[in-house]
């Protein structure tokens, strides 16, 4: 782990994985909620970074983290999994189907079997971008991006999964379609789907909860 000063009052930890991200930003919680971190006021996950918001002293926290033996989260670790009912109609099901070798009629239970986990948000109010696929279902983006993705779109690309909180362009593959409502802002908190949550998508009619 490295971590860097970021001016006066944040500290930006740089790790190798996602899985390591994941596993730092649910220790870098728990130390907050124990009262381990002073005026920390904000834990935000990125890709391979977590970024530290409100730290009185940038140098010495860096110092005390290098020193952390920051354990591995389990699958199981955290909240139930948030369930979202999806119908698997998207225009690139078939596509994605034939890169895993399978039949279309095959994907939802591949997808309905993973527990995803939020590793962070961005790209657009409510977008998580989820992990949990095996590396032998990661997925090229689309060669040429769409101009206009619909809301609500299950859609894949690289490593993470994700659903459209609104209409946007994209550029990753779409299997599926949720009414779910991702992002709404007289919701506390706002986001369906925050970083540490857990996500598994079951076909729609399938006894899923949204």
Same mark, same amino acid.
């Given at each position: 782990?490295?971590?860097?000063?970021?001016?006066?009052? *944040?500290?930006?930890?740089?790790?190798?994985?996602?899985?390591?991200?994941? !596993?730092?930003?649910?220790?870098?919680?728990?130390?907050?909620?124990?009262?381990? @971190?002073?005026?920390?006021?904000?834990?935000?996950?990125?890709?391979?970074?977590?970024?530290?918001?409100?730290?009185?002293?940038?140098?010495?926290?860096?110092?005390?983290?290098?020193?952390?033996?920051?354990?591995?989260? *389990?699958?199981?670790?955290?909240?139930?999994?948030?369930?979202?009912?999806?119908?698997?109609?998207?225009?690139? @099901?078939?596509?994605?189907?034939?890169?895993?070798?399978?039949?279309?009629?095959?994907?939802?239970?591949?997808?309905?079997?993973?527990?995803?986990?939020? !590793?962070?948000?961005?790209?657009?109010?409510?977008?998580?971008?989820?992990?949990?696929?095996? *590396?032998? @279902?990661?997925?090229?983006?689309?060669?040429?991006?769409?101009?206009?993705?619909?809301?609500?779109? @299950?859609?894949? !690309?690289?490593?993470?999964?994700?659903?459209?909180?609104?209409?946007?362009?994209?550029?990753?593959?779409?299997?599926?379609?949720?009414?779910?409502?991702?992002?709404?802002?007289?919701?506390?908190?706002?986001?369906?789907?925050?970083?540490?949550?857990?996500?598994?998508?079951?076909? *729609?009619?399938?006894?899923?909860?949204?």
């Amino acid at each position: 782990m490295r971590a860097l000063e970021a001016g006066a009052e *944040a500290l930006l930890l740089e790790v190798d994985s996602a899985e390591e991200v994941a !596993a730092l930003h649910a220790e870098l919680l728990r130390r907050r909620d124990a009262g381990e @971190l002073g005026g920390v006021r904000e834990i935000v996950p990125a890709a391979r970074t977590v970024l530290l918001d409100g730290v009185r002293e940038p140098r010495a926290l860096a110092a005390r983290i290098a020193r952390w033996r920051v354990p591995p989260l *389990a699958p199981a670790d955290g909240p139930p999994p948030v369930t979202v009912a999806v119908r698997y109609d998207g225009p690139d @099901l078939a596509a994605v189907a034939g890169l895993w070798g399978v039949a279309p009629g095959e994907v939802p239970g591949i997808v309905g079997a993973i527990t995803f986990r939020v !590793a962070f948000c961005g790209f657009a109010p409510g977008f998580g971008y989820l992990t949990g696929l095996p *590396a032998r @279902l990661h997925l090229p983006r689309r060669a040429t991006p769409r101009t206009a993705v619909p809301a609500g779109s @299950l859609a894949l !690309a690289g490593e993470y999964a994700g659903v459209y909180p609104r209409s946007s362009p994209g550029g990753w593959q779409l299997i599926g379609s949720t009414d779910a409502v991702l992002w709404d802002p007289a919701r506390e908190p706002a986001a369906l789907f925050v970083p540490g949550a857990r996500v598994r998508f079951a076909p *729609a009619g399938a006894g899923a909860a949204l």
